[in-house]
């Protein structure tokens, strides 16, 4: 509890203030009130209500305890969007160069181009816009519902209830229109008066503004009620000229009624029609539309995770859901293929056209009437298949078609038995010119073959490759050529290291033609350019 001063106070002084503050904390007596006229929290402690000696308080109060000093860099106001606070009649030095305001430059100019700027012209000066500067916190830097005008939204609202209201007048003239064609159809028929005044009757019912009907899903909310807060009170009852769920079969043997959840799970009249009753219980609702859906879903997603995968309804939804998708779709795309498979190994017996009388017996019962050269007398003959290319068409003097004519793995033309495509025809001079050409050519390999002696083999003699002159009776021995062609490597060896030079050499001056064939072969050529390759 605020006090105003810290003066003494007598024993009983202080005595009527501890039975005042328990009063107030008991409820009996009044709350406290401060400068502004708000009460003040009995259970307060007297450490936090209690205002500091030198803020001077002469009235109880809590300014103490709020944030009486207003920090400057913070403020709730923002731009003042488009104001504008002065339009000039003249161009001014340091203004705008395209529309003369003098709070922008002309890079920063929002405006259109002009032709020739405000500079040069001095006229349709823009006035110069508001600039304001803020200082702002923390929170006031990143308060994203700073400057916003929750008015603006008015017209989203109004939008909305213009699109609701027109639905409803569609709605009710559609209703009245229904109406008025059933009153016309049944009073053409039977002519009745009666009937006639109660469709009338329904036609005004129908005409009555629905704000004067009882609108049952209408929600009314309470608010500041004794226990403080709102509450709900959701008005969606049944019509009250049905039948109540429990009227409907009064056996007490009958599907049970529970009076807390007013639920009915099983059907109460499930011999009745059911194309004539309107209720057949609360497990219908269980077992249609997306609550068949929800439970194949839970038992997908129970059946994975005994499998093995790891999946759970509650931890998961959105997982569980897309894997039910997935498995829905490849159990699909299974048996399409099971079916196509079935269908491709046995056939579709059931959807193929039966096949026509012609193709089943071989026979139809079109009369054709033919003469002894085979021309057509009476009725019409079977028309030949035609193909997408030209046919019959002669080019080039021919009179058959390429194609026509087939020997020795080519095709040709029949009438000049040519194979040359594109060919020009010859006709049968030029049959027998190719006859009699195959048949000259024939000859003259006849003779060939028989007037071609048997060639004698010869040996193959190397001739030496050194020395210009060379004898014509010259034959080199194989064996001794390869026995000097080692004695001149191993020289060339002997040569390069002098060390495997032994003391007593013996020198043969004898140089047969073998020895001198071995030194042309390993002689180095120098203006051999595969003398780098040779070893």
């Known amino acids: 509890m605020a006090t105003a001063s810290v003066a003494f106070k007598s024993r009983e002084d202080h005595r009527k203030q501890m039975e005042l503050e328990e009063a107030r904390k008991a409820g009996l007596a009044p709350a406290e009130v401060d400068e502004d006229g708000k009460e003040i929290n009995p259970h307060i402690p007297q450490y936090m209500s209690s205002a500091p000696w030198y803020l001077n308080a002469e009235r109880p109060s809590l300014k103490h305890q709020r944030k009486w000093k207003s920090d400057p860099n913070y403020t709730k106001s923002w731009y003042d969007r488009g104001a504008k606070i002065f339009q000039a009649d003249k161009y001014r030095k340091g203004a705008c160069e ?152 009064l056996d007490v043997n009958s599907a049970h009624y529970d009076p807390k959840t007013r639920s009915m799970r099983e059907d109460p009249l499930p011999d009745m029609d059911p194309n004539e009753k309107f209720y057949a219980g609360d497990n219908q609702n269980r077992v249609s539309g997306q609550a068949l859906e929800f439970k194949q879903l839970n038992i997908h997603a129970w059946e994975a995770f005994d499998k093995g995968n790891d999946v759970h309804m509650q931890a998961a939804p959105s997982q569980a859901e897309l894997l039910f998708k997935n498995f829905q779709i490849n159990k699909e795309k299974l048996k399409s293929k099971v079916k196509e498979t079935i269908l491709e190994e046995y056939g579709n017996a059931a959807a193929e056209d039966p096949l026509p009388r012609e193709l089943l017996l071989g026979q139809s019962e079109r009369e054709v009437e033919y003469d002894r050269a085979g021309r057509v007398i009476k009725g019409q003959e079977m028309a030949l298949p035609k193909s997408k290319y030209e046919e019959d068409v002669y080019i080039n003097n021919h009179t058959t078609v390429w194609g026509s004519w087939w020997k020795d793995h080519q095709w040709g033309y029949r009438c000049c038995k040519q194979f040359v495509r594109n060919s020009y025809c010859t006709g049968a001079a030029g049959i027998e010119a190719a006859e009699a050409a195959a048949d000259l050519m024939k000859a003259n390999i006849a003779r060939k073959e028989a007037t071609e002696d048997v060639i004698a083999p010869t040996e193959e003699k190397q001739p030496a490759t050194w020395g210009t002159d060379i004898p014509d009776d010259l034959v080199l021995d194989q064996e001794k050529l390869a026995e000097a062609l080692k004695k001149e490597d191993k020289r060339r060896k002997e040569e390069k290291d002098e060390r495997k030079r032994k003391y007593n050499v013996k020198w043969n001056d004898e140089v047969t033609a073998e020895d001198m064939e071995a030194y042309r072969m390993k002689r180095v050529h120098h203006d051999d350019p595969m003398k780098d390759f040779l070893n």
Request: with cysteine.
């Open 98 to 249: 395209n529309c003369g305001a003098m709070t922008h430059t002309s890079k920063a100019c929002m405006e259109r181009p002009r032709k020739l700027g405000a500079k040069w012209t001095s006229k349709n000066i823009a006035p110069d816009e508001k600039i304001e500067t803020f200082e702002l916190d923390y929170d006031g830097k990143r308060d994203r519902w700073n400057g916003y005008d929750a008015a603006s939204y008015a017209h989203v609202i109004d939008r909305y209830e213009a699109r609701d209201e027109a639905r409803k007048k569609y709605l009710k003239e559609q209703q009245l229109k229904k109406l008025e064609e059933k009153n016309n159809t049944e009073a053409a028929e039977e002519g009745s008066d009666d009937e006639d005044n109660e469709d009338g009757l329904k036609v005004d019912e129908a005409k009555v503004d629905e704000s004067k009907q009882m609108d049952f899903a209408k929600v009314e909310k309470r608010v500041r009620t004794t226990g403080g807060g709102s509450t709900g009170t959701v008005r969606n009852l049944r019509i009250r000229e049905d039948t109540a769920k429990y009227l409907l079969n």
